[in-house]
């Protein structure tokens, strides 16, 4: 008689939620990132937690400044391997215009923007484009995060 299989345990979280494309909409991304990076271990204030936190709010930032499409939200979905102690963070928006992955160009030093993606690439492990289902894409960021005890799969 074989003998039984224990079930593996989960060692992926996952969180996601739409925002209106607004200002107001990507700053109530980060601020429930952060909740949610709290929720699973990764304290506040945390080097890990400020890297994601950043992440979050450039993408977001982003979409609703380059992505917007009236009538269209987009989405932030966390998920976090706690395993591989890596938070990966995808912003989904309608638009069909894609940023370029690889070196980010400088803006002019003058300029008030343009430096979103050179601050997620500093602090990201690796970061990228993909489509989605539907129209759009999704820009991901994958951030290393320290393995915690207080989680039972660690």
């Given amino acids: 008689m074989p003998t039984p299989h224990a079930q593996e345990a989960v060692t ?9 494309p607004t200002r107001r909409g990507a700053r109530l991304a980060r601020r ?7 929720l699973w271990d990764v304290p506040h204030g945390s080097q890990a937690s400020e890297a994601v936190e950043l992440v979050v709010a450039e993408l977001a930032a982003n ?14 979905c966390l998920s976090y391997d706690y395993a591989a102690g ?8 309608t638009h069909p215009r894609c940023p370029e992955p690889g070196p980010a160009s400088q803006p002019s030093g003058e300029a008030d923007g343009g ?7 500093a602090v990201a492990m690796r970061w990228g484009v993909g489509e989605r289902l ?5 820009v ?9 005890p207080c989680h039972p799969c660690r």
């Fill in 140 to 148: 991901w960021a994958e951030c290393a995060v320290p393995r915690s």
């Fill in 32 to 38: 429930l990132a952060t909740h949610q990076l709290d």
């Fill in 134 to 138: 539907g129209p759009g894409k999704t």
């Fill in 12 to 20: 992926v979280s996952v969180f996601a939620q739409r925002f209106s």
């Fill in 115 to 121: 430096r979103g993606l050179i601050l997620v690439e």
């Fill in 86 to 93: 890596v938070v990966r963070v995808e912003v989904s928006d």
């Fill in 63 to 76: 979409s609703v400044l380059h992505g917007q499409v009236p009538g269209r939200d987009f989405e932030l």
